[in-house]
């Protein structure tokens, strides 16, 4: 199929459904998801956004001010703490209990508001790494129209882009647990280290890239095509001071350059 017919086959999708809660972080595929599912069903669509220590506040505004712009009914839910023993002690199997946790008042969201369907932003990408978060959604009835209809997230990057959806071509971002190794705990503090380290490299000019927490280390990941660009701009001094003053002791780049998911290498 090709991502038309793919887009074609998601609205058709949407539109045998009354309504639709959509779980929008304001990533490259929620927002498409979102915008797609206004179109089809006007305002029967409800956008839930999670505001919790796990997200940058970037990312909460981004999504406020896209819902307020597309006139999408918008709730955020504040999670002050994900009190959850094996969140916080960052196993493996974390997003799993994450996943079920936020999901879980979503649901709560809908239910107040009369809303039997739930959706999510997965594409069909994220069938090839390593999600325990995908078999929550699963357990508690969340539908992923985006992988239903078989889009990559290439192709959502090239129908965003197409359909003037500002997110075309927006960083992939995950959230900050993500930047900390596995069973090496969880704390305000780590996440609060990695969201302004990343936040100052993108004022630098750089966007797709990660601040990875090895404890005293900060390990950045750059496109390849941005490591000498880091090296020789001068950014690579001012990044190691600004992320010293933050308690790293260390900075260091990565050779092998950003990819996602690189924490699932030790697994």
């Given at each position: 199929?090709?991502?038309?017919?793919?887009?074609?086959?998601?609205?058709?999708?949407?539109?045998?459904?009354?309504?639709?809660?959509?779980?929008?972080?304001?990533?490259?595929?929620?927002?498409?998801?979102?915008?797609?599912?206004?179109?089809?069903?006007?305002?029967?669509?409800?956008?839930?956004?999670?505001?919790?220590?796990?997200?940058?506040?970037?990312?909460?505004?981004?999504?406020?001010?896209?819902?307020?712009?597309?006139?999408?009914?918008?709730?955020?839910?504040?999670?002050?703490?994900i009190n959850?023993?094996?969140?916080?002690?960052?196993?493996?199997?974390?997003?799993?209990f994450?996943?079920?946790?936020?999901?879980?008042?979503?649901?709560?969201?809908?239910?107040?508001?009369?809303?039997?369907?739930?959706?999510?932003?997965?594409?069909?990408?994220?069938?090839?790494?390593?999600?325990?978060?995908?078999?929550?959604?699963?357990?508690?009835?969340?539908?992923?129209?985006?992988?239903?209809?078989?889009?990559?997230?290439?192709?959502?990057?090239?129908?965003?882009?197409?359909?003037?959806?500002?997110?075309?071509?927006?960083?992939?971002?995950?959230?900050?647990?993500?930047?900390?190794?596995?069973?090496?705990?969880?704390?305000?503090?780590?996440?609060?280290?990695?969201?302004?380290?990343?936040?100052?490299?993108?004022?630098?000019?750089?966007?797709?890239?990660?601040?990875?927490?090895?404890?005293?280390?900060?390990?950045?990941?750059?496109?390849?095509?941005?490591?000498?660009?880091?090296?020789?701009?001068?950014?690579?001094?001012?990044?190691?001071?600004?992320?010293?003053?933050?308690?790293?002791?260390?900075?260091?780049?990565?050779?092998?350059?950003?990819?996602?998911?690189?924490?699932?290498?030790?697994?």
């Amino acid at each position: 199929m090709t991502p038309i017919q793919k887009l074609k086959l998601l609205k058709n999708n949407l539109s045998k459904l009354d309504n639709l809660t959509v779980a929008f972080s304001g990533g490259v595929d929620s927002t498409f998801l979102l915008k797609i599912a206004k179109d089809v069903l006007n305002e029967n669509v409800l956008a839930v956004t999670v505001n919790a220590f796990i997200h940058t506040k970037k990312e909460i505004q981004e999504s406020i001010n896209y819902a307020s712009e597309i006139y999408v009914k918008h709730t955020v839910i504040h999670v002050n703490d994900i009190n959850i023993k094996e969140f916080i002690d960052n196993l493996p199997e974390r997003c799993y209990f994450c996943k079920k946790e936020i999901f879980t008042k979503i649901i709560e969201i809908s239910n107040e508001n009369d809303i039997n369907n739930i959706a999510d932003g997965s594409n069909i990408d994220d069938l090839s790494d390593f999600r325990p978060g995908m078999k929550a959604l699963k357990e508690l009835g969340i539908m992923s129209p985006l992988k239903e209809a078989g889009l990559t997230k290439q192709e959502i990057r090239d129908l965003s882009k197409m359909l003037d959806i500002p997110t075309w071509n927006k960083p992939s971002f995950a959230c900050l647990a993500s930047r900390i190794p596995y069973n090496h705990k969880i704390t305000p503090q780590k996440l609060d280290m990695i969201e302004k380290s990343e936040e100052y490299i993108s004022q630098l000019g750089f966007k797709q890239f990660r601040v990875r927490h090895h404890g005293e280390i900060a390990r950045i990941e750059l496109e390849q095509n941005e490591i000498l660009k880091f090296l020789e701009s001068g950014s690579s001094d001012k990044v190691c001071k600004y992320l010293k003053s933050l308690g790293f002791s260390y900075v260091t780049i990565d050779l092998m350059g950003y990819r996602t998911g690189s924490m699932n290498e030790v697994l």
